[in-house]
């Protein structure tokens, strides 16, 4: 062999060995990704989810590693809105570290090496279409045609149940049948002797023209929002109550996508055990139903208040608005005067998630909570249907909502629907410019 060609084998040696210890020092799926995707992805993304692609094996996420990289470089995923410096926290924020996301983009860069599956953690185990494991499953008795263009109004479906008793539910999960068509949705529980849909024959949908009113003496007990998985209720003693004869609602929000299909939603429930004495409620918060949005205005401000008439505990928060929505806070006025804000960050109608408190906060009678919205009706919002209308309160998503869905703990001898009322500009009529957060008064507090 002559000099130079043991100057070529030696060089190519040296490479192929760097080559190797570079391999080794980099992260590896099963060694390194798998723990991220446990904690963090595999919720939406693994078979029968709502996430377009698994993040169970590595033969699913291989092909994706390029937009995986992007996408958390990026923190569009996994999505989570709340301003982490302007926040409370909260226990289920799923935001990646900036060490998780090194390590993603350092395996994407060197290949997307596979590794020994020998270091993979043991397999998360999931009960099959269920993210818990229903003693309940109730479904809509027949499944509700899609087209596949056009508008479709809230369905609305009664289910009878007329449970033999009073049940105490510790979770509960909705689960649309083509999650691709459901935008979001609520399983409401209709109490004996209610007049909401009376005169409904069950199993049958009807418009939200036709069968929304009325809808007082009922509480949501499901929800599904893409994004959103099962809800727990127990937080110490406390766990939702269903009480005997009662019946429930299934609402949807359909979204076409192309081409026709059909869904058949689903609610599953884990009954409680033990004694509760706490009752977790679902409010649907301060909601500025008397909100009027100009045509072009690019940052239209938007306030609504709720004012507590008895103690509460708030555990959850899931603020709410449609495709001209910006960003949301929720600010609470303490009797005091003292205020804390528990949410705030940017909305994303896609991805509107609920948010659990990682410490409770007790609110106690006359805490005013205030929700501080805005919107983009400009034609700078590539997601407005139409800069040119004024907008009004309503459920289409070409109309607008500003609220904020929260759960409530209270004493299991409060009813909870008389436990708080709309104050301050909520209280004005529909349609009609309220004032903005500077101006609002303390109000006064029933006795």
Known sequence: ?????????????????????????????????????????????RPGEVAPFSLVTYQAA????????????????????????????FSNDARLS???????????????????PKDAPTPLKFVEGWNLKPD??????????????????????????????????SAAEMRPGDSRVVHHG?????????KWMANAIPGKSYSQSEMRKDAQDSEVIGKFNPGVGAQDFVIGDSAKFIPKGSDLIFERHYTTIGQETTDLTKVGFVFAKGEHKSRYYMSYGPQALNLAIAPGDANAEVVSEMTLTEPATLVYVQPHMHVRGKDYELRLIYPTGETQTVIKGKFDFNWQIGAELAEPIHMPKGT????????????NNPFNPDPKAAVKWGPQNWEEMSNCFMGLIYDGNIDPKKASYYSGPSKLPRGTSGPTLSALTPPSVPK
């Open 368 to 379: 005013r909570m205030v929700g501080i919205s805005h919107f983009d009706n400009s034609p």
């Open 98 to 116: 900036d060490a998780d996301i090194k390590t993603i983009s350092a395996w994407v860069d060197a290949g997307a090496p596979e590794g020994n």
């Open 136 to 169: 309940m499953i109730v479904e809509m008795p027949q499944a509700f045609p899609i087209p596949a263009s056009g508008a479709i109004e809230y369905q609305f479906t009664l289910v009878k149940v007329n449970f033999p008793e009073d049940i105490w539910v």
């Open 1 to 45: 062999m002559t000099s130079g060609s043991r100057t070529l084998a030696t060089f190519a040696g040296l490479a192929f060995g760097m080559g190797m210890l570079q391999a080794a020092d980099s992260p590896t799926f099963h060694k390194d990704l798998l723990p991220i995707f446990q904690r963090n992805c595999q919720g939406c993304h």
């Open 62 to 89: 291989r092909p994706w590693a390029k937009a995986i990289k992007a996408a958390v470089i990026a923190r569009k995923m996994p999505p989570w809105t709340a301003d982490p410096a302007a926040s409370v926290h």
């Open 186 to 194: 609520e399983v409401w529980v209709r109490p004996p002797g209610s």
